[in-house]
């Protein structure tokens, strides 16, 4: 197989392997609160909420699995992003709720990498979602929005460093089901959260 193909290849199936769980995520409730024309500071508010509780957790305990495997860890570190936000908007965050539940500490890195596959892909949505806060609520990433702000310019050419990082060590090690699984762990482990912490 060509180095091109597996480039194709292998991205398309883990994101074809992961579409359900994806879209169940963004069927709830609270993932649809914050694209509504009447969005409010509370629903922005109660995500970012809890995307800080997702976010906290895979930049202290799975990044560094990956120091050696992603080169430019340090430019995606996204928990300041969200406190920044929280002092912008005068929100106090009152507890963290654990997300990734009955995780072996010792994960492979395959797997790892399949979690972090799902926090970076959801920096391209974010960018969707900071054009409709702008839009609707005003903020920007000055003054409250700076994580769905996120690598700005750069969110494009971030994701597709990330995703050569990804085939790159896939093929080398011939993994693919491994990171599948990490990625679905992420994706249902995210739904969990979200649905039991509904207003």
Not at 34 to 56: P, Q
């Amino acid at each position: 197989m060509s180095n091109a193909a597996s480039i194709i290849s292998f991205p398309q199936r883990l994101k074809d392997a992961t579409a359900t769980l994806h879209q169940e995520l963004e069927d709830l409730p609270i993932s649809k609160s914050i694209l509504k024309t009447e969005v409010t500071s509370d629903d922005y508010l109660r995500y970012l909420d809890l995307m800080h509780d997702i976010i906290k957790e895979v930049e202290t305990n799975i990044f560094p699995l990956l120091v050696t495997e992603v080169s430019d860890l340090d430019q995606r570190i996204k928990a300041p992003f969200l406190e920044q936000d929280f002092v912008h908007l005068s929100y106090q965050k009152t507890q963290s709720t654990p997300v990734f539940k009955n995780l072996d500490k010792a994960i492979s890195t395959a797997f790892a990498l399949g979690i972090v596959y799902v926090i970076e892909g959801s920096s391209l949505g974010g960018r969707v979602i900071y054009k409709h806060i702008h839009k609707q609520l005003g903020y920007d990433n000055n003054s409250g929005a700076s994580y769905f702000a996120g690598y700005g310019d750069e969110t494009g050419s971030l994701w597709k460093n990330f995703i050569s990082t990804l085939v790159a060590f896939e093929k080398n090690h011939n993994n693919s089901d491994i990171i599948i699984e990490g990625a679905n762990y992420a994706f249902q482990s995210i739904k969990v959260h979200f649905e039991r912490n509904e207003p």
